[in-house]
T-cell receptor, first 113, second 114 residues
Framework: DAGITQSPRHKVTETGTPVTLRCHQTENHRYMYWYRQDPGHGLRLIHYSYGVKDTDKGEVSDGYSVSRSKTEDFLLTLESATSSQTSVYFC????????????FGDGTRLSIL | QKEVEQDPGPLSVPEGAIVSLNCTYSNSAFQYFMWYRQYSRKGPELLMYTYSSGNKEDGRFTAQVDKSSKYISLFIRDSQPSDSATYLCAMAGISGGSNYKLTFGKGTLLTVNP
């Protein structure tokens, strides 16, 4: 299994509160990604990183920010959580070669009440 | 038209059956094709990865790609109850300068009954 750890694994919080999800990898891969998975929508890319301090938006980035200060850690922040952000969040990693498959963590289940 | 179409199922088969899972796509820029398996409450796990038309076999699994028809398939032989999961197809290609963007199908839920 790819060395990817997501924390927390489960979180329940209230609307309007800030939330930070962490992804930690031990593979020293360059690329890291955050997805959300919702019934009827499948996996959708939120943000991705192509190196330390290098990030870019995915298709559903509104309301989310990311940071990558170290190769191994990629943080996803919901500045002011809304109920529409209730979802399962997955982190993925891939190495430097183009179009290589991504490997996923086991996800964080986030409920916003 | 969505970039990737995948029948969501659910698909229910008896143990030992041959299973066929399929995806169609519209973007001819897709050159790399993957199948992931996702168990309940777990992350997607890479099963197969291919970048050429034709068949690729790995144990009981065969991935088939037909770029001319924009159609990919995953075949599972001698299906087992442990194969019960959601299967996701994924594709990648050079797109807008980002050569690592994956586009996923929505997944097919498979149940193999003992």
């Amino acid at each position: 299994d790819a060395g990817i750890t997501q924390s927390p694994r489960h979180k329940v919080t209230e609307t309007g509160t800030p939330v930070t999800l962490r992804c930690h990898q031990t593979e020293n891969h360059r690329y890291m990604y955050w997805y959300r998975q919702d019934p009827g929508h499948g996996l959708r890319l939120i943000h991705y990183s192509y190196g330390v301090k290098d990030t870019d938006k995915g298709e559903v980035s509104d309301g989310y920010s990311v940071s990558r200060s170290k190769t191994e850690d990629f943080l996803l922040t919901l500045e002011s959580a809304t109920s529409s952000q209730t979802s399962v969040y997955f982190c993925a990693i891939s190495d430097d070669r183009p179009n290589q498959p991504q490997h996923f963590g086991d996800g964080t289940r986030l409920s916003i009440l | 038209q969505k970039e990737v179409e995948q029948d969501p199922g659910p698909l229910s088969v008896p143990e030992g059956a041959i299973v066929s899972l399929n995806c169609t796509y519209s973007n001819s820029a897709f050159q790399y094709f993957m199948w992931y398996r996702q168990y309940s409450r777990k992350g997607p796990e890479l099963l197969m990865y291919t970048y050429s038309s034709g068949n690729k076999e790995d144990g009981r699994f065969t991935a088939q790609v037909d770029k001319s028809s924009k159609y990919i398939s995953l075949f599972i032989r001698d299906s087992q109850p442990s194969d019960s999961a959601t299967y996701l197809c994924a594709m990648a290609g050079i797109s807008g300068g980002s050569n690592y963007k994956l586009t996923f199908g929505k997944g097919t839920l498979l149940t193999v009954n003992p």
